[in-house]
Nanobody, 121 residues
Framework: QVQLVESGGGLVQPGGSLRLSCGAS????????MNWYRQAPGKQRELVAT???????DYADSVKDRFTISRDNAKKSVYLQMNSLKPDDTAVYYC???????????????WGQGTQVTVSS
């Protein structure tokens, strides 16, 4: 019923920037919290940034002052601007959101398929 599709990943040199996008589709009534997670090889998936419907944000300490999360409720989208990228930022980045649909007004949690970000010279 709900799909989250990420885009914008790729290969970037240390110190560079990337902007990830995630769009939601389906019979969506309302999107609540939207998040970006990442998972590096051999590591657990970790929360990178979160934004609520009103625009309040929070970040992992490792990305504060480098990453910025934003959303466009009309476009049902969330973004992650990543600056000053480091090799340690290399991971698969996943979009995650709490979504209520018209057929079930209860909020359920959904994941995107992930997009690879590689920071390397």
């Amino acid at each position: 019923q709900v799909q989250l599709v990420e885009s914008g990943g790729g290969l970037v040199q240390p110190g560079g920037s990337l902007r990830l996008s995630c769009g939601a589709s389906g019979t969506i009534f309302r999107i609540y919290g939207m998040n970006w997670y990442r998972q590096a090889p051999g590591k657990q998936r970790e929360l990178v940034a979160t934004i609520d419907r009103g625009g309040s944000t929070d970040y992992a300490d490792s990305v504060k002052d480098r990453f910025t999360i934003s959303r466009d409720n009309a476009k049902k989208s969330v973004y992650l601007q990543m600056n000053s990228l480091k090799p340690d930022d290399t991971a698969v980045y996943y979009c995650n959101a709490d979504v209520a649909t018209y057929s079930d007004l209860r909020s359920r949690n959904y994941w995107g398929q992930g997009t690879q970000v590689t920071v390397s010279s």
